[in-house]
Antibody
Framework: QVHLQESGPGLVKPSQTLSLTCTVS??????????WSWIRQPAGKGLEWIGR???????RYNPFLKSRLTISADTSKNQISLKLTSVTAADTAVYYC???????????????WGQGTLVTVAS | QSVVTQPPSVSAAPGQKVAISCSGSSSNIEKNHISWYQQFPGTAPKVLIYDNNKRPSGIPDRFSASRSGTSATLDITGLQTGDEADYHCVVWDSILSSWVFGGGTKLTVL
């Protein structure tokens, strides 16, 4: 069974870079079984897809975040990382990583999910 | 204004049926796969429905979903107090080239 665990600083200052890691267990990030996404949720609000990395390392980003976003994979550590630059209070949210089962080199839903990690942007 | 919209809240009595709508457009719901998620406070979402109307193993058949044109619906029958949660739809938008979530619907079982 695949398990995802997010980690990273809980507090980031405005204008700085938010960096998070998702550690995958139960599968290899490059096995081909999953696409890996980051999704966030501000308190009391809906979910927002941030972006994804494929098993081969290709990325696709939310067009509204693309200019500030980098998602990458470290196969030696079996981790997926997220970097979001120039953060503001609007980036305060619970950040989830989620796997999308690879179906014919594409994915159509999100399962499993990590437990999420709260990141607050404040000085 | 999200490209995919859900009602903020719905409510019904135990044992009754409720329908949660997810409205979009020809660039998302009408042509792409929809999935639905259940989320309890303080926890991660969990997939309830994938590929428009399929249930993962372990999801009761009280949960079902359908799609018609640019709208989709999640139906929950035989409501239980334990069904009180937020429900989210998500679909790929072919114009944005991005996954888009509905804003989520809070279900209250009165």
């Amino acid at each position: 069974q695949v398990h995802l665990q997010e980690s990273g600083p809980g507090l980031v200052k405005p204008s700085q870079t938010l960096s998070l890691t998702c550690t995958v267990s139960g599968d290899s990030v490059s096995s081909g079984s999953y696409f890996w996404s980051w999704i966030r949720q501000p308190a009391g609000k809906g979910l927002e897809w941030i972006g994804r990395i494929s098993p081969t390392g290709s990325t696709r980003y939310n067009p509204f975040l693309k200019s500030r976003l980098t998602i990458s994979a470290d196969t030696s550590k079996n981790q997926i990382s997220l970097k979001l630059t120039s953060v503001t209070a609007a980036d305060t949210a619970v950040y989830y990583c989620a796997g999308g089962p690879n179906i014919g080199d594409d994915y159509f839903w999100f399962d499993p999910w990590g437990q999420g990690t709260l990141v607050t942007v404040a000085s | 204004q999200s490209v995919v919209t859900q009602p903020p809240s719905v409510s019904a009595a135990p044992g009754q049926k409720v329908a949660i709508s997810c409205s979009g457009s020809s660039s998302n719901i009408e042509k792409n796969h929809i999935s639905w998620y259940q989320q309890f406070p303080g926890t991660a979402p969990k997939v309830l429905i994938y590929d428009n109307n399929k249930r993962p193993s372990g999801i009761p058949d009280r949960f079902s979903a359908s799609r018609s044109g640019t709208s989709a619906t999640l139906d929950i029958t035989g409501l239980q107090t334990g069904d009180e949660a937020d429900y989210h739809c998500v679909v790929w938008d072919s114009i944005l080239s991005s996954w888009v979530f509905g804003g989520g619907t809070k279900l209250t079982v009165l």
